[in-house]
């Protein structure tokens, strides 16, 4: 066993992406859906899981670009630029193309197919997905599905590179460990609250996705928020973060934060229009609880899982190496389980379990599969040894 391995990133990553699986079967069941969702049970639907959406939204992504960004900047120390490029299109940017040009259509289609539009495959290719028959460029459904990740991954892999060569010292850790004082935790507060508040009241709509082009996927409201954490993620490598005299975030002061604006941010979405009936306050409310969920949520689980999950078995080891196929498959395999199960007259508090077990199942099965493909082959030294 590697002793120097962050084995707390590793399980931190595979719970987020489980998390993610359930995070996107509640879609299905929750009340007001976004009227795009590619599998909505409709007569089975509860405000408790529009909850959990609006709660696991929040800090699923981010934390996923901050481990991107701390494994991003070690591995081109470790490697240099030509083989970390080669690793980056090999283990990223090839699943990126691979999912866009042979999954993401398909699941897009279920938007059509679930909801019994007359709308026939190669139509919805040819004329609403591939190619938009008025402008030339994407159709008007075009999607990355889950793979919008990966393609903005490979953007911020290039500026990460493009900053390294204007400052070399970037891929140098510092011979003393340097910890974050208030005025940086105050500053990547301010940016996040700015950045959250303006995109809400520019776009009117925190929820809206939208493409630049065939390579971007984004969804504005949060477009700031990814490279932040990202870099957040490349300085706490460079500034030992996680070490023995590093920082190390206190889960005593972060996570009962976390568990309080856990509750705090989806009353405020789900009932603070009740207390705030002006669109601005409101708006100004949930940018502010929104900030604050997101802030508390990153620092304590990193403090949660490094002073408690700091370490691998088989069966965390099996969690963490999977963890990247499944979240590469998980949409293509949960929503045909959820649309089956439409017709089934059960509570919904049988079913979203039901297709939860279900959905992480075949994922994990699926998944093992996968790993036998050479660009995700490295998942493997997850493992316990």
């Known amino acids: 066993m590697d002793s120097k391995r962050l084995f707390f990133l590793d399980n931190l990553k595979a719970f987020i992406v489980n998390l993610?699986?359930?995070?996107?079967?509640?879609?299905?069941?929750?009340?007001?859906?976004?009227?795009?969702?590619?599998?909505?049970?409709y007569e089975h639907t509860n405000l408790f899981f529009t909850g959990v959406v609006v709660w696991a939204d929040m800090f699923i992504m981010p934390i996923m670009f901050f481990v991107s960004g701390y494994f991003a900047i070690m591995s081109l120390k470790r490697h240099g630029d030509a083989k970390w490029?080669?690793?980056?299109?090999?283990?990223?940017?090839?699943?990126?193309?691979?999912?866009?040009?042979?999954?993401?259509?398909?699941?897009?289609?279920?938007?059509?197919?679930?909801?019994?539009v007359p709308v026939d495959y190669s139509t919805f290719i040819w004329t609403l997905f591939l190619f938009n028959p008025e402008t030339g460029g994407p159709g008007v459904c075009w999607s990355h599905t889950q793979y919008w990740f990966l393609g903005i991954l490979m953007n911020l892999y290039f500026i990460l590179w493009i900053v390294s060569k204007m400052d070399k010292s970037l891929t140098t850790q510092l011979e003393k460990a340097d910890?974050?004082?208030w005025p940086m935790l105050l500053l990547i507060f301010v940016l996040m609250l700015t950045n959250i508040t303006a995109m809400d009241l520019y776009t009117g709509n925190d929820d809206l996705w939208t493409f630049i082009s065939y390579f971007w996927v984004i969804q504005p409201c949060r477009i700031l928020l990814y490279p932040l954490w990202f870099f957040i993620g490349v300085y706490a490598w460079r500034h030992k973060w996680f070490t023995a005299d590093g920082y190390q975030p206190s889960q005593y002061k972060w996570v009962p934060a976390f568990i309080v604006t856990s509750f705090l941010y989806p009353l405020t979405v789900l009932y603070g229009w009740m207390i705030l009936p002006d669109?601005?306050?409101?708006a100004l409310a949930k940018a502010l609880t929104h900030t604050m969920l997101l802030m508390a949520s990153m620092f304590g689980l990193l403090a949660f899982f490094q002073q408690n999950l700091n370490y691998t078995n088989k069966f965390l080891g099996e969690a963490a190496a999977n963890s990247y196929t499944m979240y590469?498959?998980?949409?293509?395999?949960?929503?045909?389980?959820?649309?089956?199960?439409?017709?089934?007259?059960?509570?919904?508090?049988?079913?979203?379990?039901?297709?939860?077990?279900?959905?992480?199942?075949?994922?994990?099965?699926?998944?093992?599969?996968?790993?036998?493909?050479?660009?995700?082959?490295?998942?493997?030294?997850?493992?316990?040894?």
């Open 85 to 116: 490029w080669k690793g980056r299109w090999f283990r990223i940017g090839l699943p990126w193309i691979l999912g866009v040009a042979l999954l993401a259509a398909p699941v897009t289609y279920l938007m059509f197919y679930t909801r019994a």
């Open 20 to 41: 993610m699986i359930v995070f996107h079967i509640a879609l299905c069941y929750m009340d007001y859906a976004p009227e795009w969702w590619y599998v909505v049970d």
């Open 179 to 181: 910890k974050p004082g």
């Open 328 to 385: 590469w498959i998980h949409m293509s395999l949960i929503f045909p389980i959820v649309y089956m199960m439409v017709p089934l007259d059960w509570s919904v508090w049988m079913k979203y379990p039901v297709a939860c077990v279900l959905g992480i199942i075949a994922c994990y099965v699926v998944s093992r599969l996968l790993l036998f493909l050479p660009f995700f082959a490295s998942s493997k030294k997850a493992k316990a040894q």
């Open 279 to 282: 669109p601005f306050q409101f």
